[in-house]
Nanobody, 123 residues
Framework: VQLQASGGGLVQAGGSLRLSCAAS????????MGWFRQAPGKEREFVAA????????YYANSVKGRFAISRDNAKTSVYLQMNSLRPEDTAVYYC?????????????????WGQGTQVTVSS
């Protein structure tokens, strides 16, 4: 499985960005897809996750109500709509996938990772 993230950039506080992650290869292994982020000097942290069915979504408390994860299985893509961005959202954002069907907030449970896309929110 190969994951390619895109859509990052520089935005002012209060603005919006939409991240995309295109998958290729053995996409049958991508039962759960998620987004993580890593700020300088900090550990990589969970942001959002979605199962293959797309019937439910899961978010870190810090982004709940502002971010929305979605996926398009036909296009084997996952998206992260980020609204009301704050300076503390500044980080490199990574998409990830795991073969298991159970949602996990633990980055160690994800087998496949994209290269990351930088999001910078200015105050």
């Amino acid at each position: 499985v190969q994951l390619q993230a895109s859509g990052g950039g520089l935005v002012q506080a209060g603005g919006s960005l939409r991240l995309s992650c295109a998958a290729s290869g053995r996409t049958s292994s991508m039962n759960v897809m998620g987004w993580f982020r890593q700020a300088p000097g900090k550990e990589r942290e969970f942001v959002a996750a979605i199962p293959r069915s797309g019937s439910s979504t899961y978010y870190a408390n810090s982004v709940k109500g502002r971010f929305a994860i979605s996926r398009d299985n036909a296009k084997t893509s996952v998206y992260l709509q980020m609204n009301s961005l704050r300076p503390e959202d500044t980080a490199v954002y990574y998409c990830a996938a795991r073969p298991a069907t159970v949602i996990s907030y633990d980055r160690r449970q994800y087998s496949y990772w994209g290269q990351g896309t930088q999001v910078t929110v200015s105050s």
